[in-house]
């Protein structure tokens, strides 16, 4: 789509959603919130088409091109790491391209990249294989005269030498004489990104380290002047002269080079590899996934999408109604999000996004219970919708942004597929507050406006409860403890069992056939000898079968196969160890960004409530992961990069349950400053009590069906996330809130007489 109307509808949409922020006028308001809805539905179509080009399907839906590369010489084990590192930030930038990339033996690397048409095959053979070893060099004063007397046969001087010049058309136009020891190399390169120069042609504008400006602004400020040829692999790409000490950035032109090519050379660049690559084979897999496995996954996505609006409009009637076309819209909004970063939709991810929305329904909820609570005050239907609102916002907004500054930490510190988690995440986030607090609201006034709601039937099955659930906090606490004792033992206990060929790597089987059998057949025949796959995959037009397994069941695989399937044809023809997927930079990078990620948070709450809400929380939401990898654990399931997917939903998922009861006890603090802290603390969780089960209720309808109905290959997800839920129910009614009420005691200074002590901060 031509990316003029792109930016059209997008500029469209900032400016109505700016006016409708800004305007105190209800019926421009209106009409404003109706045309930001407009414009945000074109844009997600006109991101979505073709879908075919925009949406691309993962390996293990469509399958793609796997390539096997081997480095030259005998690399260390540190270089074929650094290089596994590098080829990952080249082809997954923005961690959404779901590539599998794995060391294979001592220099070989395999990587499997989906849906590749052969024009991107090309861009992808270069950017796997290009070295990338940028150089500066000082073009000689007398270089044409040099060139000439090499022409005749005398020698250049021996500290310089001969490069060629690549021009304008990409082809070769000439040569210049530079100083053969470059005066600046790419290892100060400290980012690359595609530009453009005065007349728009694609540039590639270099960015470098402190150092790196250093070390250039002096080689530019003594050679004014003279020509700096720019040299990377080898070729001189343009040689500019100096007119004045440079002390920021370099850009690269020349060669004639289109927007892709410019965007492929800014990341090799910016990830140069130490030793140099070759490929070896390319080759066509099919999907990883048999077509039982897919159809199951989807069906059980759209069983899993229809109970959560089933509920929604049964429990909630006309609201519920509402409810749906926002969630409709949401998902619209989402996919068109992720088309515009080129997201590839794998089985797993679908039904993370199906889970996303389960979880969107937490805002359409919380709104509910609130106009409820202003229509049983008596309140007139329009003020009470009005009220709802406003009254929710802070907990939508608070909860949102707990959720997002993790996922900012982890997009800019973290990589591969935790950078595409966050991505999935705060785009998730932002097309849900823009349906709740925009859409939502906009759908009720317009419809309140036209006299087409009178009364909000909503059914109720939790009117006005008084649990004391404090009274239970040391036996809660103790039961959590014992839990998460068990699940550690567990872990740790049974770790080298556990842990996939994702983590500590595996057995890599190829076999031959004269005729397919159906991917699930192979599966199970590999699960009911306790062989759990972890790659299964025809290669197309090759007559072989490639297949992963943990250390040491290779062999027993292909045995197994072999006099399972001989009648077709099965015959082993290579075994070799691949290495894990996920490297020692990505597991600190990791560990990094998550640990900030929760600093963040725990920050941001203290800021907003006071400590003793921020440690709390943050207590509860590790308790609800943990006991997702104790269970995990506990139940010998492998763990694989598509359960810490689980783990990473449940962390965000977590931190919205305690964000809504915290800012219901802090309004109650506001209200009641006189009550006891312990009184207002039990007030709050019945107040939130309806909502948390509500939530709750929805996602666990969502993950039951991927459970029961969706098969093997997301039934570990689907658990791990029942799992986090349930822990994340029990935690943030009976952990959190005891937690809350001792560390909130333990503030108070001795003879306050427990005085309620509240930080009441609006939302800007």
Not at 79 to 93: G, T
Not at 261 to 267: N, P
Not at 426 to 451: H, K
Request: hydrophobic share 50%.
């Amino acid at each position: 789509m031509n990316p003029f109307w792109i930016f059209l509808a997008a500029s469209g949409f900032v400016i109505a959603l700016g006016g409708y922020f800004f305007s105190d006028q209800p019926k421009r308001k209106r009409l404003l919130g109706l045309s930001a809805s407009i414009c945000a539905i074109l844009l997600s179509f006109l991101s979505l088409y073709p879908l075919e080009k925009t949406v691309r399907l993962g390996l293990d839906l469509k399958g793609g091109t796997a390539f096997l590369i081997e480095l030259e010489g005998k690399p260390s084990p540190q270089a074929l790491e650094q290089a596994v590192a590098v080829i990952r930030k080249r082809v997954d930038k923005f961690g959404l391209s779901e590539p599998i990339i794995q060391p294979v033996g001592h220099n070989r690397i395999s990587v499997q990249i989906p849906g590749l048409s052969e024009e991107d095959k090309k861009a992808a053979r270069d950017q796997l294989s290009r070295v990338a070893k940028l150089e500066f060099k000082l073009v000689h004063p007398d270089s044409a005269r040099l060139l000439a007397e090499r022409a005749s046969g005398k020698p250049l001087p021996i500290d310089y030498e001969a490069l060629p010049v690549l021009g304008r058309d990409g082809k070769r136009d000439g040569f210049l004489v530079v100083k053969r020891r470059p005066e600046l190399t790419g290892k100060f390169v400290r980012r690359a990104f595609r530009g453009y120069d005065e007349v728009g042609r694609p540039t590639v504008v270099i960015q470098f380290s402190d150092e790196g400006q250093r070390v250039f602004g002096a080689v530019t400020s003594r050679n004014v002047g003279r020509q700096l040829a720019i040299v990377l692999d080898g070729e001189i790409r343009s040689a500019p002269v100096i007119q004045t000490a440079i002390y920021n950035n370099a850009t690269i032109s020349g060669g004639n080079m289109t927007p892709a090519e410019a965007e492929e050379l800014a990341s090799v660049l910016e990830n140069p590899l130490e030793t140099p690559v070759r490929i070896l084979e390319e080759r066509g897999v099919d999907p990883s996934l048999g077509r039982d496995s897919i159809l199951r996954g989807r069906n059980a996505g759209f069983v899993a999408l229809g109970l959560v609006v089933g509920f929604m409009v049964l429990y909630y009637r006309l609201a519920g109604v509402i409810a749906v076309g926002a969630l409709l819209l949401n998902l619209l909004l989402l996919f068109g999000l992720l088309a515009q970063f080129h997201f590839t939709l794998t089985l797993p991810g679908i039904a993370g996004i199906i889970l996303t929305i389960g979880m969107a329904v937490d805002a359409n909820v919380l709104i509910y219970e609130r106009i409820r609570d202003e229509l049983a005050l008596g309140k007139p239907l329009a003020t009470a919708v009005s009220l709802g609102f406003e009254r929710a916002f802070s907990a939508i907004f608070d909860s949102n942004v707990s959720t997002i500054l993790p996922a900012t930490v982890l997009m800019f510190l973290g990589s591969g597929p935790l950078q595409g988690f966050a991505v999935t995440l705060t785009l998730g986030i932002v097309a849900n507050l823009f349906t709740a607090v925009v859409a939502t609201r906009n759908g009720f006034e317009w419809l309140l406006d036209l006299g087409k709601i009178r009364h909000l039937l909503m059914m109720q099955f939790l009117k006005n409860p008084r649990f004391d659930f404090l009274r239970y906090r040391i036996p809660s606490v103790c039961l959590a403890g014992i839990l998460l004792l068990a699940g550690t033992v567990a872990f740790f206990g049974r770790q080298s069992e556990l842990l996939g060929v994702d983590f500590v790597g595996g057995d890599a089987v190829t076999l031959s056939y004269r005729e397919a059998v159906p991917v699930a057949s192979i599966r199970s025949t590999l699960e009911e000898a306790g062989i759990h796959p972890m790659l299964l995959q025809y290669a197309k037009d090759s007559h072989q079968i490639l297949l992963q397994t943990r250390y040491g069941e290779g062999d027993k695989a292909a045995s197994l196969l072999v006099r399972r399937f001989g009648s077709h044809g099965f015959t082993k023809i290579g075994l070799d160890s691949v290495g894990p997927t996920v490297g020692n930079e990505l597991k600190w990078r990791a560990i990094q960004s998550l640990s900030l990620g929760l600093v963040a948070i725990l920050v941001y709450v203290a800021f907003r409530y006071e400590w003793s809400f921020s440690v709390a929380a943050a207590a509860g939401q590790i308790h609800d992961v943990l006991m997702a990898v104790g269970g995990m654990a506990l139940l010998g399931h492998e763990f694989t990069m598509t359960l810490v997917g689980a783990f990473l939903t449940i962390l965000g998922y977590s931190i919205n349950e305690k964000i809504v009861i915290s800012d219901r006890i802090r309004e109650l603090m506001r209200i009641h400053s006189g009550m006891a802290f312990r009184e207002l603390v039990n007030r709050g969780l019945n107040l939130t009590l309806a909502r948390t089960v509500i939530t709750g209720g929805t996602v666990l309808l969502a993950t039951l069906s991927m459970l029961l109905l969706g098969g093997p290959v997301i039934s570990d997800f689907a658990l791990a996330i029942f799992i986090g839920v349930v822990a994340g129910l029990f935690s943030s009614h009976f952990l959190s809130p005891a937690l809350l009420y001792w560390f909130h005691e333990l503030a108070q200074p001795v003879g306050s007489g427990r005085k309620v002590v509240a930080r009441a901060k609006g939302v800007v």
